[in-house]
């Protein structure tokens, strides 16, 4: 349980840093978005991976906490990779 | 300034990760395998049946020792970590013998029976041969090792300064677009395991901190022995004050043992009891922790066997050494759970990943640029050679090390070795029918060869045990299922590997036609 909720938090995380970056908002959202709304979307990615931090670290002690956070970031950040390589195909789906 | 810094870093990075880059390639590969080495040992002893130990199977290793081992040296117990199909292993020094005359009995560990089990070097042996290779001396090896991953140290921090544009790429993996993917790849699994990749090269020289830098312990202690033998103390003896022992007392049944060893630790199970001059008033058991948690006590606990008292619990470690065990903990990842373990797996494979299309790479950048692509110059031709033979080779290897395991005769002597022998002549002979074909039909085949293997493992699993993998699935048995659908995904990524590479256009016409153009304005 614990370890969903630190992959999904993590997920949430770099599909929000991925957002706030200029090139994938083009390729995603077919417009650049404002600099304050890029800002936003990087913060609250940033925030969700602290928090995903501090329910690992909570959850699992600090100690196995923190190597299971640092793993569960990177399967989410691949995941989100992954995503991103098929996004025409996903975009296809999403709004034909 | 800052451009001939990464420049530099550029060709640091390059040369640091290329020259030991095949070793690092088998080191990352088979520590990577590693993880999971108790669930292969498991797999690879099909006769063992995953069970809790029980007091029955306990009370029956108690009256084994003393009808079989009455009289030996010490006696030694291996219990099961509970992660896979394991025995309780128990084994003895004759007295009189030396290590290499060492008796080992394998029992279940829920009813206590005598199993005959293959002979087979299992998942241990792919854990060896990340740190100590094979066929050659073990301190050599760990020289060559330990030089491999100073590099890769080296390599991963100038690769940080090379490729500034880390955070700038984080997301992005193109395929089919050449050198372009091939680097995105690198990158990719670079970077999304990065702090996995510096962890475990960090912590893998401090697990071979003593070989890389003896001076320090030298320095303290007068010399290596002397530091080992504070670090390691011998076993507390009982001081007898009779001359003579009235009769021979009664061991405590090892349940007992276990139950009063256990009580000194919060939480940690035994894993390991030697009980030194069994049969005499001497006799004391000495009790280990399994590495359950990280950073978690490895002290031992001393009982008098006789009489269940206490006598002492080993010294607890100083800073450095605890920092030490935190350390090697984390690189082995033995305290982790299985969501943890695939975790580490998962990280260790873009690691494997990593180092191959590193090495790649530096192919695919210089094919562009040589003066005739037809015939390249010697080192490059190494190169390319090197990357088939050994990518694809030693991973075939370990198929074939898991297929010997089924198919060799279980009476045959010296089996375990034999298994060995099989991963490398597999491996040879890859090596050497990828050097007399063209390079592309040459990777192609080999990881055709790979895809091959691989689906053969679960296959021969079911023809040759009763443990296929459709039993394993009904029967709910996650390390039997488990490992053959790990086999089965390794040969579809092999195969889907393989049909790009034959399918790949190459696009060098272009770049040719613009060079031409070039050459022609100069």
């Known amino acids: ?96 | 300034m800052k451009e001939t810094l990464r420049q530099s870093m550029a060709w640091l990075h390059t040369w640091a990760g290329l020259l030991p880059g095949w070793l690092l390639f088998v080191i990352f590969l088979f520590g990577t395998t590693a993880f999971f080495q108790i669930e292969i040992d498991g797999w690879m002893h099909p006769e063992l049946k995953r069970a809790p130990v029980t007091g029955q199977a306990l009370d029956r290793a108690d009256a084994l020792f003393r009808a079989r081992a009455s009289g030996a040296e010490s006696w030694s117990v291996s219990l099961p970590s509970g992660r896979s199909n394991e025995a309780l292993v128990l084994s003895w020094t004759p007295s009189g013998g030396g290590w290499e005359d060492r008796a080992e009995v394998k029992l279940d560990p829920a009813t206590g029976r005598e199993v005959a089990v293959r002979e087979s070097a299992g998942g241990f042996f792919l854990y060896r041969m990340h740190f100590d290779l094979h066929y050659l001396p073990v301190i050599w090896a760990r020289y060559l090792v330990c030089i491999a991953a100073l590099a890769m140290l080296v390599a991963i921090l100038s690769g940080i300064v090379t490729h500034k544009k880390i955070f700038a790429d984080f997301f992005m993996l193109r395929f089919g677009k050449g050198q372009r993917s091939w680097l995105d790849a690198h990158n990719v699994t670079a970077v999304l395991a990065l702090p996995f990749h510096l962890m475990i090269t960090y912590t893998g020289l401090v697990a071979l901190l003593f070989t890389l830098m003896p001076w320090g312990a030298n320095a303290s202690f007068g010399s290596m022995e002397a530091f080992y033998e504070k670090a390691f103390p011998p076993a507390p003896t009982i001081a007898s004050t009779r001359a003579s022992p009235p009769s021979a007392p009664r061991q405590l049944p090892l349940r007992e043992i276990i139950a009063r060893a256990e009580a000194n630790w919060a939480g940690q199970r035994a894993s390991y009891i030697s009980i030194e001059q069994p049969g005499t008033p001497d006799m004391v058991a000495g009790i280990w922790p399994g590495q359950e948690m990280l950073g978690g006590g490895r002290q031992p606990v001393y009982l008098n066997a006789a009489t269940g008292d206490m006598l002492g619990t080993g010294d607890k470690p100083g800073a450095a050494r605890a920092t030490q065990r935190v350390m090697i903990d984390l690189h082995a990842g033995r305290f982790s759970g299985a969501m943890l373990r695939w975790l580490y797996f998962l990280s260790g494979a873009a690691g494997t990943i990593m180092v191959a299309s590193g090495l790649v790479l530096w192919t695919v950048k210089r094919r562009a640029k040589l003066p005739d692509p037809s015939r390249p110059h010697v080192g490059f031709r190494l190169v390319e050679r090197l990357n088939i033979g050994v990518i694809a080779g030693s991973f075939a290897g370990i198929a074939v090390y898991f297929l010997a395991n089924r198919l060799l005769p279980v009476g045959l002597p010296h089996r375990a070795d034999w298994e060995i022998h099989s991963l490398f002549i597999a491996w040879g002979a890859i090596f050497t029918w990828s050097i007399a074909r063209p390079v592309k039909r040459a990777w192609v085949e080999a990881l055709a060869a790979c895809a091959v293997l691989y689906a053969l493992v679960p296959m021969v699993n079911a023809l040759t045990t009763q443990r296929g993998l459709v039993p394993s699935l009904i029967a709910g048995d996650w390390i039997f299922a488990g490992f053959d659908l790990a086999m089965l995904a390794t040969a579809a990524a092999c195969g889907f590997t393989a049909w790009k590479v034959a399918t790949r256009k190459p696009k060098t016409a272009p770049r040719r036609k613009t060079r031409e153009l070039e050459a022609m304005a100069a």
């Not at chain 1, 793993?71 to 996004?87: D, K, Q």
């Open chain 1, 1 to 96: 349980m614990i370890h969903a909720a630190i992959f999904l938090l993590s997920l949430a995380g770099f599909a929000l840093l991925l957002l706030a970056m200029g090139r994938h908002q083009q390729d995603w959202l077919r417009r650049k978005l404002p600099a304050g709304g890029s800002r936003a979307l990087h913060l609250s990615g940033l925030l969700m991976l602290a928090l995903a931090f501090v329910i690992a670290g909570a959850g699992l002690g600090w100690g196995y906490g923190a190597v299971a956070w640092f793993g569960w970031m990177t399967a989410a950040a691949a995941l989100i990779v992954a995503a991103n390589l098929n996004r025409d195909r996903i975009l296809r789906r999403v709004r034909p």
